[in-house]
Nanobody
């Protein structure tokens, strides 16, 4: 079964930057979109950015102008550039690859901690 793996999380000070990356263990066919979510303990997982196969992107309101999603559908990779980090961005970030053939494929998550 294909695995989706995130990397790039860590601890940074407010105002800092991180780049999260996501890759699949093998090729995934019929990808519809790739997205990043985040979840704080005891809260609902929320989408922060999505990249559609036709190139369109969308962002949660609170991250617009600070987060940038990019990816390569053919390589099954997606990244999230996070700038101007705030303490409230502290969360576990998850990658999701949506395939019309394989369904929703989630990674295990990567921790982002923002504190001074």
């Amino acid at each position: 079964q294909v695995q989706v793996m995130e990397s790039g999380g860590g601890s940074v000070q407010p105002g800092g930057s991180l780049r999260l990356s996501c890759a699949a263990s093998r090729s995934i066919s019929n990808i519809v979109s790739m997205a990043w979510y985040r979840q704080f303990p005891e809260r609902q997982r929320e989408m922060v950015a999505i990249l559609a196969t036709r190139g369109g992107t969308a962002y949660a309101e609170e991250v617009k102008g600070r987060f940038t999603i990019s990816g390569d559908i053919t390589e099954n990779t997606v990244s999230l550039q996070i700038n101007s980090l705030k303490p409230e961005d502290t969360d576990v970030y998850y990658c999701k690859i949506i395939s019309s053939r394989s369904g929703d494929l989630w990674g295990q998550g990567t921790q982002v901690t923002v504190s001074s």
